[in-house]
């Protein structure tokens, strides 16, 4: 079985300031790992990915993540928060090989504070 | 490219009535679709998944049932709708072949009253 664990479901960073949103997982396999950003009222949108090979990963608006797999991480960066980053964000794993079941986390609100 | 719409966006529905969210997936053949909730503070649910025409698999007993009458169509139903049924309904899809990554639709807001 796999899951994922979100740690805190609300954040509040000032704007201009580090955003550090954590994701930890278990998977008894090689895990494929996701982050969505979730607007209000819209549905989710692919921020990055992690399947083969670096695992520090860039993504959209100056998102960035890093698997760690002694950690079991995946925690999701952005060295400079924007208004505009506002917005729920969601960690997801489907395990590698055969028919993968994709497994949310419970998601973080991040607030960004002018 | 690939596209994915759900329809109607928003759906206010008595209790009791019926209930038919549609969701359709171009630019790809034979994806995996998916039906998720999202109810307040909770997070995302599994409500079904199918890998192909025919094929439902439910992940949570409830009165919801899902239908795939083509290949990239898919329906979500309820002959009479609960107060707890309110919520975010996403549809999403997924390529078996190699990317694994899912994408998901604009989403459908339910509100029963």
Not at chain 1, 46 to 52: C, E, G, N, R
Not at chain 1, 55 to 66: P, S, Y
């Amino acid at each position: 079985a796999q899951s994922v664990t979100q740690l805190g479901s609300h954040v509040s960073v000032s704007e201009g300031a580090l955003v550090l949103l954590r994701c930890n997982y278990s998977s008894s396999v090689p895990p494929y790992l996701f982050w969505y950003v979730q607007y209000p009222n819209q549905g989710l949108q692919l921020l990055l990915k992690y399947t083969t090979g670096a695992t520090l990963v860039k993504g959209i608006n100056g998102f960035e993540a890093e698997f760690k797999k002694s950690e079991t991480s995946f925690h999701l960066t952005k060295p400079s928060a924007h208004m505009s980053d506002a917005a729920e964000y969601f960690c997801a794993v489907i395990r590698s090989g055969g028919y993968q079941k994709v497994t949310f986390g419970t998601g973080t609100k991040l607030q960004v504070i002018p | 490219s690939q596209t994915i719409h759900q329809w109607p966006a928003t759906l206010v529905q008595p209790v009791g009535s019926p209930l038919s969210l549609e969701c359709t997936v171009e630019g790809t053949s034979n994806p995996n679709l998916y039906w998720y909730r999202q109810a307040a503070g909770r997070g995302l649910q599994l409500l079904f998944y199918s890998v192909g025409i025919g094929q439902i698999s439910s992940e949570v007993p409830q009165n919801l049932s899902a239908s795939r009458p083509q290949d990239r169509q898919f329906i979500l139903s309820s002959k009479k709708l609960l107060l707890s049924d309110s919520g975010f309904y996403l549809c999403a899809w997924r390529d078996k072949q190699g990317l694994n990554t899912i994408y998901f639709g604009e989403g459908s807001w339910l509100t029963v009253v």
